[in-house]
């Protein structure tokens, strides 16, 4: 293969598996944040938990990396409900700033309770021997794990989309999301319909930050550090949008992968520009509500 079309080839498919990381991760916020208008700065948070929790299961209990996925997408997204009805449903009518002080504090905490917990090390897990080395798909080999990554986000991109477009509790969301008090008035309720999106958002979140751990590290500052990423997609891809925030990933994800691979000392410009321009052309995002 040609060194141009190999970098080309390179940079899509890495491109593509942090796309994946990008939607899996944000997928949820956009999601709440256009259901309730509710500023959730933690977030990024949720998603480091997830990280902790399977280096837990897989350092201390030996359980699998698969499974420990699941049972950190589960745990967090069960533990958020408590964080929803207990602190967030106080503050759904307070203004953004009142909402930002919340959330960005939660996140603050959690930091410091992961350092305590764990120490400022990055952390590592062990990886299953079929999601090691490299997989041919017959014109080159890959890594086993970004290939993971891309068949993963396949399936929940269907998987969301169908419950999405296909189910009442999806009709139901899309509803709320385009006009809640109208939802509100033919019976929905949309208090109800949030709590369940906030446990599967912040499940997902967790599922993300599981998957970050061999893709970007898992350190006590992730929280915060990656929130930028998560908020740059949803205002790219439009707030409650499942197809904008989608559209969003795959396109910071390949120019962000192109980027460092072309010019590293750029570091994330490339992220920022593609941000700049599109809110420039659409304020609202590829699918936002103008």
Known sequence: MPQVANIAVSILFDGLAYAMFLFITSV???VTMGLMGFVNLAHGAFAMAGGYVVVTLTRTYGVGFVPSLV????VVGAVSVVFERVLYRRLYKSTDLEQVLLTIGLAFMAIATAT???GPIPKSVPLPEWLQGDVNLGFRYFPSYRAFLIVLG???IAVLWYAFERTNIG????AAVDNRRMAESVGINVDRLFTLTFAVGSGLAALGGGLAIQLLGLSPSFAVLYLVLFLIVVAVGGLGSLKGTLLAALV?????????YLLADAGGFFVYAVTVV???IKPAGFYGRE
């Open 28 to 30: 949820g916020l956009s």
């Open 71 to 74: 049972i950190a997408a589960v």
């Open 116 to 118: 305590y917990l764990y």
């Open 154 to 156: 396949a399936v929940l």
């Open 171 to 174: 009709a139901k969301i899309r």
């Open 252 to 260: 910071l994800g390949i120019f962000d992968t192109g980027g460092k």
């Open 278 to 280: 599109v809110l420039l």
